[in-house]
């Protein structure tokens, strides 16, 4: 029983170290400003459309393959403040794709046309043959704007020795995007921990039951093993006279 509430005691303190963890990582996002939209109808949009926060749910359950949680602690039309793992998820996809949606316009200066037809990026005309293919064949001109498709790429998948596709890779993942996923995924990590915490201090509580019950059950045991019940008659067996037996072998 003394186990079962040290238990207790354990329990108590992680549930309260848990629950202190949840209500800075709320406040983080709230002074943030970070929130998820929904619609009347409590279905999420991403820049005003449902087609928008579908194709990024997409994303993240079908590429990502991130078991997405609905409801009270996961996505939740009651509580937009992105504070959950899901929220964190869903907001990290929804930079990611938009990043990997977009067009990055790129522009040339002559000391980056002079350093592409040095490293041979460009022919000692300009002429361009790269990876992107809408400019190949084409004289590079300084001050030229050239729209670039990221066409669903990463940063890795990127050509950094390209002329045009180097360039676009900087701007399309740029430190401020790199950043923010960072920073999301530290907050899905956390909430995650904190969700481990809640399940460690949901053990020792179960433990400190089992521990309670068992000591419990054991002094009922005992004590019911101490107790004698006295016959309201005396048995007949120990009314017979018995003569003590004689040795007569002297």
Same mark, same amino acid.
């Given at each position: 029983m003394v186990v079962?509430? /040290?238990?207790?005691? +354990? *329990?108590?303190?992680?549930? $309260?170290?848990?629950?202190?963890?949840?209500?800075?990582?709320?406040?983080?996002?709230?002074?943030?400003?970070?929130?998820?939209?929904?619609?009347?109808?409590?279905?999420?949009?991403?820049? /005003?459309?449902?087609? +928008? *926060?579908?194709?990024?749910? $997409?994303?993240?359950?079908d590429e990502w393959d991130f078991p997405v949680t609905m409801g009270r602690g996961g996505l939740d039309a009651n509580d937009p403040v992105v504070d959950s793992q899901s929220e964190y998820m869903f907001q990290m996809a929804t930079i990611v794709y938009h990043v990997l949606n977009g067009e990055q316009t790129v522009v040339l200066t002559e000391a980056d046309i002079a350093r592409s037809i040095e490293s041979g990026a460009l022919a000692e005309d300009g002429t361009y043959s790269g990876t992107v293919e809408a400019f190949q064949g084409e004289v590079l001109e300084a001050g030229v704007p050239y729209t670039v498709p990221v066409n669903g790429r990463y940063w890795t998948e990127f050509d950094r020795t390209d002329a045009l596709d180097g360039k676009a890779r900087e701007l399309a993942w740029s430190g401020t995007a790199h950043a923010l996923v960072a920073e999301l995924g530290v907050g899905a990590a956390t909430h995650s921990?904190?969700?481990?915490?809640?399940?460690?201090?949901?053990?020792?509580?179960?433990?400190?039951?089992?521990?309670?019950?068992?000591?419990?059950?054991?002094?009922?045991?005992?004590?019911?093993?101490?107790?004698?019940?006295?016959?309201?008659?005396?048995?007949?067996?120990?009314?017979?006279?018995?003569?003590?037996?004689?040795?007569?072998?002297?």
């Open positions: 079962g509430v /040290g238990y207790f005691v +354990g *329990a108590g303190v992680a549930y $309260s170290k848990t629950q202190g963890g949840y209500g800075a990582l709320e406040a983080f996002s709230a002074a943030q400003n970070v929130e998820l939209s929904y619609d009347e109808e409590g279905q999420l949009v991403d820049r /005003g459309t449902v087609e +928008g *926060a579908q194709a990024i749910m $997409s994303l993240l359950e921990a904190l969700m481990l915490a809640l399940g460690i201090a949901g053990l020792l509580a179960g433990l400190g039951v089992v521990c309670l019950v068992m000591g419990v059950a054991f002094l009922w045991h005992t004590k019911k093993g101490m107790q004698v019940t006295v016959p309201d008659t005396v048995p007949e067996a120990m009314l017979k006279d018995q003569s003590p037996k004689v040795n007569t072998a002297s």
